[in-house]
């Protein structure tokens, strides 16, 4: 699915760059087929020594997966951008610690925030956590350079 950059909430191209400082900032650097899907490869350094690789895709109805090479058959459902607010889906469908209860609590028509509870979790139940997208943009942030689809929009 190629999207435009204004038209997702999560702009995927290689070279796309989220960058706070040198110790803080995500790029999208390549793409791989998993299970015969094209993902693509987000490498984020954070604090200047831990490195967070995750593998993304938007799908065709228009929902955020995340899959990995090492298991090509398990994906996740990030978010769900045709969902409105007060919709519930479910990371894996698995009911184990990594299935999260995902629910809308924010939408307009350039921002989304999803809500994860990790209902699955003895500890964790009950104490979700929000992940925002800003369309055209995707992670909100206080970004010091933001590169989307070879267009600057901050430097």
């Given amino acids: 699915m190629d999207l435009n950059a204004n038209d997702t909430f999560l702009p995927m191209q290689i070279g796309n760059l989220w960058f706070m400082n040198s110790a803080n900032y995500t790029e999208i650097t ?8 094209l993902f693509y490869k ?3 350094l954070v604090g200047g020594d831990a490195v967070s690789i995750s593998y993304l895709r938007i799908d065709e109805q228009n929902r955020l997966i995340e899959g990995y090479p090492t298991s090509p058959l398990q994906t996740y459902l990030k978010a769900d951008f045709k969902a409105n607010i007060g919709d519930k889906f479910f990371t894996t469908g698995q009911k184990d610690y990594n299935d999260n209860e995902v629910t809308v609590v924010q939408k307009t028509d350039t921002e989304m925030t999803f809500d994860f509870d990790m209902i699955y979790h003895p500890n964790l139940k009950g104490h979700p956590y929000s992940v925002k997208y800003i369309k055209g943009k995707g992670f909100p942030g206080d970004w010091k350079k933001l590169k989307i689809n070879n267009v600057v929009l901050q430097n």
């Fill in 30 to 37: 390549d793409t791989v087929s998993i299970n015969k899907k």
């Fill in 42 to 44: 987000f490498y984020s």
